[in-house]
């Protein structure tokens, strides 16, 4: 005889992939001015493509999410802004760009949780904009499999994309290159 957990873990376990998003786009800032509080000419050049060609790649997405704008991240906030702020401007529905939390790998990781465990976010597109530093964490609470994502993104690679489908409930991730 089951009990009420197994059974739960059981419909978890078989029907949790109607609630996960259908797919989770991530990706880099674009390239920073020497200085390193806003987007380089070459940055905000790439933020500019990427409005065209990740939609066509991937889908509108529904939900944009980037480093909250407070405190000691407030520069960061603003570059991760200034690259999706093309993308968030041209989109013909309401897609929110949301304040993900402070500026550090736990609010990242909270993030990464909540999409694949909370079931707040069923059946929609998700970019995610952070910076290079961070990404593992969203990867790793995503629960996929080390060796599949950088655990050191490179300091240079400003055109990786990754992209998160969910196969039975599962991560798979795949990597794509902006050819900018």
Same mark, same amino acid.
């Given at each position: ?57 991937? /889908?509108?997405?529904?939900? !944009?999410?980037?480093?909250?704008? $407070? =405190?000691?991240?407030?520069? %960061?906030?603003?570059?991760?802004? *200034? ?63 080390? /060796?599949?994502?950088?655990? !050191?993104?490179?300091?240079?690679? $400003? =055109?990786?994309?990754?992209? %998160?489908?969910?196969?039975?409930? *599962? ?10």
């Amino acid at each position: 005889m089951s009990t009420v957990e197994d059974i739960a873990v059981e419909i978890d376990v078989t029907r949790s992939h109607i609630y996960l998003p259908d797919r989770i786009v991530v990706f880099r800032h674009a390239e920073l001015h020497e200085s390193g509080t806003a987007l380089s000419k070459t940055g905000h050049d790439r933020a500019r493509y990427i409005q065209d060609w990740m939609p066509r790649n991937f /889908g509108k997405p529904d939900y !944009i999410y980037v480093p909250a704008f $407070y =405190g000691d991240t407030k520069d %960061i906030s603003i570059i991760t802004g *200034q690259t999706v702020k093309p993308l968030h401007n041209q989109m013909e529905r309401d897609c929110p760009m949301l304040d993900a939390g402070a500026f550090h790998q736990n609010a990242l990781f909270r993030l990464g949780h909540e999409l694949r465990y909370e079931h707040r976010h069923p059946g929609i597109n998700v970019y995610v904009c952070w910076t290079r530093a961070e990404l593992p964490a969203f990867f790793k609470a995503l629960g996929l499999a080390e /060796g599949s994502y950088p655990e !050191i993104w490179p300091e240079n690679d $400003y =055109g990786s994309v990754y992209v %998160i489908n969910f196969q039975k409930s *599962q991560p798979v991730v795949s990597k794509f290159t902006m050819m900018f």
